[in-house]
């Protein structure tokens, strides 16, 4: 596995890869992997002749410059996990690398970015947009991987690629969750033992939204799981919605679209934890 940090570099290594006739799968991370990470990387192993995964803490998709400084980053241990899994190449650039001059660049999505994490986490998606969209244009892959636990994310993402007319395919690969449920993410590391025992109430809370629904009306079932969560000491609900999987605009009744997903975004304590859930 080889590890390059410029530019320039990687660009020129792929080139040669492509130009030799091999497909490229990629990966962007930033870091902090688990077996979320991994299963991503192991449909592109084994989609394409060589796998790229990224790390890189990307500093303007956060609006919380706390979230920021106390994003976790084991960098060693993730090259470990990545060798194990049979990545071919690690870009793990500098802040400065990537963002030599200050970041102009600003995207519209529409309704898609003013929705659930949009509202809550401003400008978020613009930062997304902006790094992976180099990312993209470094890595020159076939075909690049993203999780659905971040679902409004790879929404954006595709229309990403369709505004920049990528010839790329962006495939979303299922939530991987803990034997209890919860979905892994990095940020599952700052959990205390306390707040790590309530969190799979997150997703026994969306197992119930599923059972509910069609029995529940709509509103009934987000005001029982506001309840459900909110009444559990430590976590703060930032948002429970029921929404059409194709626009992510809320729903109303059970029959205002075919497929449903619900989403929840909460705090427990001071990590921010998000989930869904394909309802209907």
Request: charge should be negative.
């Amino acid at each position: 596995m080889k590890i390059i940090d410029n530019i320039k570099e990687i660009q020129s290594k792929v080139l040669d890869i492509r130009n030799s006739g091999l497909s490229v799968g990629f990966v962007p991370t930033m870091g902090a992997l688990h077996q979320g990470h991994l299963s991503l990387l192991e449909r592109s192993v084994s989609d394409s002749d060589i796998s790229i995964c990224s790390i890189f803490v990307n500093p303007i998709q956060f609006n919380n410059n706390k979230d920021l400084e106390k994003y976790p980053r084991t960098f060693d241990d993730d090259c470990q996990l990545l060798e194990n899994a049979h990545c071919d190449i690690v870009f793990a650039p500098s802040v400065g690398e990537m963002y030599p001059e200050k970041v102009k660049a600003s995207y519209d999505f529409g309704r898609l970015e003013q929705l659930m994490e949009g509202e809550h986490r401003p400008g978020h998606f613009n930062g997304v947009a902006v790094v992976v969209k180099k990312l993209l244009e470094i890595c020159l892959p076939h075909k690049a991987y993203f999780g659905e636990k971040d679902f409004q994310q790879l929404m954006i993402i595709r229309e990403l690629v369709k505004k920049e007319h990528f010839d790329i395919e962006i495939i979303g690969c299922p939530i991987i969750r803990e034997p209890d449920g919860l979905a892994m993410s990095s940020r599952n590391v700052r959990l205390t033992t306390t707040q790590r025992a309530l969190a799979p109430e997150i997703f026994n809370t969306l197992e119930w939204m599923k059972r509910e629904a069609g029995k529940l009306s709509v509103p009934a079932i987000l005001e029982q799981a506001q309840t459900r969560l909110g009444n559990l000491p430590g976590i703060e609900v930032e948002y429970i919605q029921l929404a059409d999987e194709n626009t992510l605009v809320s729903v109303n009744n059970w029959n205002d679209a075919e497929n449903i997903r619900a989403f929840i975004a909460l705090f427990l304590g001071e990590v921010r934890l998000i989930d869904n859930m394909k309802i209907t």
